[in-house]
């Protein structure tokens, strides 16, 4: 079995108080290659939500960002990343990014990638989220849900895949990100081998 990666929470320097960044680093890998490129996507993918919840803006009133580490094992590391910012206003807005690695290649998978060619998995998955909007009666802004997008926001929590969305994306603010777990079972048709899923399936 796979070992977990070691993982170090590092802080990004500012002068501001109301300015908080804490974000993940894998370290003593066997590969500095493979640990080298991984760590490049987080910083890329941090880099990125920093500057879209104006890190930088001189407007900027508070931020905090952090990150939760899903799954550490059997070769997969799956985290998000999590970014709170508040410009003034009535609130502030959180932004969620999460990355799923395969820790024997440094691969970062997009959800398309994990399933079968022509397995139609968007379908299949949204059928099951829509199912699940109605036995949890969750608000929409545009009732009925119709479809996720081909790469939606998800990572790996153990057995399941959960598929997330973002503030706004198809809820009410009040209702958060609203998340989806499904479990592997439920998917293990068309789970494409040799990836991330195919990996976790096999210990359910």
Known sequence: MDLPVMIQTK??????????VYYPVVTEMKDATIQRNINHT???A???LLIEQNFYAEELVELIA????K???RGVLSLTLIVYS????AHGMTVV???TFDTKTGKQYELEELFKPNSDYVKKISDIIREDIKKWNVDLLDPPFKTIQKNQDFYIADTSIVIFFQLYEITPYYWGLPYFPIPLLDLKDIIKPDTPLDRMMAFT
Do not use: D, Q, Y
């Not at 952090?66 to 580490?69: L, M, S, T």
């Not at 508040?86 to 206003?89: A, E, I, K, L, N």
């Open 97 to 99: 990014k999460a990355l």
């Open 66 to 69: 952090n990150f939760e580490i």
């Open 71 to 73: 799954t550490n094992e």
């Open 86 to 89: 508040f410009t003034g206003g």
């Open 42 to 44: 987080i910083i890329n």
């Open 46 to 48: 941090l880099n990125e």
């Open 11 to 20: 802080r990004l320097p500012h002068p501001s108080s109301n300015v908080t």
